[in-house]
């Protein structure tokens, strides 16, 4: 009893000789006579001038610390303000500096405003702060680290009411991200914390206005160099004036190696448009064979890619891209030395399913996909993709193409593969053949009839229809198509021009049996003729023109035909009789 009664008589004064201590550091010593030591310092250092409008203020519990006011600091040799905050407060833990340890109890920033700048000659008014144009260690053996070094540990970061901003000289584009509150835990190798986000990102090119709200936990590796993110919530919603885009959410984790960097993720996001989330230029330029006078196309630049390291998948609940709308998507992707390879790849579009794969070479521009489309209603998947509305029905697709160049036209003039189509219930749209045979019937050897465009109100309805493309320098030739209805039946062939968005293409109809259907009673003395009908110029507005004369020969030679086969079988009946 009586050495634990000293024991604690000895604690008892040294607690009380510590806080007599803080209190004559507190009475006596005032920071502020130290600024102008430390704006020269810093002037010194860096040329950058430094600027403490506020006063310089001590705190002893719950830790060691310095609050400041108002400060700024300029760029380099000149009076332009590079960063300046409201108010700052940073506080170290005691007791870990008894071990050598840098416990920073919580580091508070308020009103806090950065401005980077990347001048036309391509240096920054930052680059002198992260070292660059400094000297470089000479080349030596890794030394490990000694033993009792001090570490650092941050319990927590606030930020609050703060602004960065970057400028492009070169370009003029800007962005900036208003960060209303910033919220941290602990930071320390190995320890898990929690961390907040509240922002708005604002751009130029392409013009952005976004609020951001973000949560999750993180964990840090400093000797791995790796941060890793789980439970991630992030909510992305449109702030531009008159905005109707739905928010977007995203779940996951994610995992960031900076040694080689490297990144692993693994996310679902409930609603995506690519088509609102990129560049308006891009999708106008897909339009078009070629760029309007005196506007070039836009290069397409994959350079981004090229230093990608990364591999994880993606699931998405709805997503638009070039106009198209699917369901259910599921990526695969993997990106590596300048390669992205997305497989496996599937999605739910249009009352059917797709699933493929797909790359992206950045280092040659080139595209490739292989992919398979099951019971897709192909009349709304055309009128969204290609805004064409030349066929309907529904079945099975099947794609093999490769394409490259540096812009949207080059790619649709280089596209290469195979394509394969097989629909049921279809229809191809704008003309009618049976009014088109009917014609035929009355023909009279007069002039050829006038080429007629399509039209909204014509079409010619199919029980079947299948054909197959080989594409090469954009030019999809098609050999073998044949569809099938009561009445008709359908060969073809000919081109597809899609570098050009043109067609060259010959229907050939033929009347098979009489029909109620599209005036199939009238057609009965053509059983058998077969009409060609010519179909050409541009995909979205196709022109047609019946061939009736070759249809008026094969009437003649249909009929001429039928009366030598009623000759041979009457004489045939004579010999019998005899």
């Known amino acids: 009893m009586k ?112 401005e980077l700048v990347q001048h036309k000659g391509g240096k920054t008014n930052f680059g002198d702060l992260s070292g660059a144009g400094g000297s470089t260690p000479p080349a030596g053996p890794k030394q490990a680290p000694q033993r009792g070094a001090m570490r650092l540990d941050i319990a927590g970061i606030e930020l609050r009411s703060s602004a960065i901003s970057w400028h492009d000289e070169a370009s003029g584009n800007r962005f900036k991200a208003s960060v209303a509150e910033f919220k941290t835990g602990r930071i320390a190798s190995g320890v898990p914390g929690k961390l907040s986000l509240s922002a708005r990102l604002e751009a130029t090119q392409p013009k952005a206005d976004i609020q951001i709200k973000l949560s999750g936990d993180y964990r840090l590796d400093l000797e791995k160099q790796s941060f890793a993110l789980s439970e991630l919530e992030l909510k992305i919603s449109d702030s531009a004036p008159g905005s109707k885009a739905p928010p977007i959410s995203l779940q996951g984790n994610a995992e960031l190696d900076s040694s080689p960097q490297a990144i692993r993720f693994n996310l679902s996001v409930d609603q995506l448009d690519l088509d609102r989330t990129l560049p308006p ?29 990364l591999k994880g998948g993606l699931k998405i609940d709805r997503l638009v891209a070039s106009n198209v709308k699917m369901e259910k998507v599921n990526l695969g992707v993997q990106a590596a030395g300048g390669r992205v390879e997305l497989e496996p790849l599937s999605a739910s579009l249009y009352q059917g399913n797709l699933t493929g794969s797909a790359s992206v070479n950045a280092n040659t521009n080139r595209f490739s996909m292989t992919a398979k489309l099951g019971g897709v209603a192909i009349g709304p998947l055309l009128r969204d993709a290609l805004n064409n509305n030349l066929l309907e029905g529904r079945g099975d697709v099947a794609l093999d193409v490769q394409t490259g160049g540096a812009s949207v036209s080059a790619m649709k003039k280089t596209l290469s593969g195979t394509a394969r189509l097989a629909l049921r219930d279809s229809g191809l749209k704008g003309v009618n053949l ?21 039209s909204a109100a014509e079409r010619t309805d199919f029980t079947e229809l299948q054909a197959s493309f080989v594409i090469k320098n954009g030019v999809a030739h098609n050999e073998d198509l044949s569809a099938k209805s009561p009445l008709l039946r359908l060969a073809g062939s000919g081109d597809i021009d899609i570098g050009a968005d043109s067609i060259d293409y010959i229907v050939k109809a033929s009347v098979v049996a009489s029909s109620s259907g599209q005036g199939g009673k009238e057609l009965g003395e053509l059983r058998g003729v077969t009409l060609p009908v010519k179909i050409t110029g541009p995909l979205d507005a196709p022109r047609f023109r019946a061939d009736l004369g070759a249809a008026a020969g094969d009437a003649v030679k249909q009929r001429a035909e039928e009366k030598l086969k009623e000759r041979v079988q009457d004489r045939l009946k004579g010999l019998l009789r005899r």
């Open 3 to 114: 050495v634990q009664k000293t024991l604690l008589l000895a604690a008892g004064g040294i607690v009380a000789l510590i806080v007599v201590v803080i209190a004559i550091v507190a009475a006596t010593f005032d920071p502020n006579k130290y600024k102008p030591e430390i704006v020269a310092a810093v002037k010194d250092r860096t040329g950058r001038t430094l600027a403490i409008g506020g006063n310089l203020g001590l705190t002893f519990f719950p830790g060691i610390g310095i609050a400041v006011g108002k400060a700024s600091l300029s760029e380099p040799g000149s009076s332009r303000i590079f960063a300046q905050v409201e108010q700052a407060k940073i506080s170290l833990a005691l007791w870990p500096l008894l071990s050598k340890r840098v416990v920073v109890d919580r580091v508070t920033l308020s009103g806090l405003t950065l």
């Open 281 to 309: 230029s891009g999708k106008a330029a897909t339009t078009s064979a070629a760029p309007s006078a005196g506007r070039p196309e836009e290069p397409i630049d994959l350079s981004a890619l090229k230093g990608l390291n």
């Open 434 to 454: 049976g009014e088109l045979l009917r014609k035929a019937k009355s023909l009279r050897g007069s002039n050829p009839p006038p080429e007629q465009g399509a």
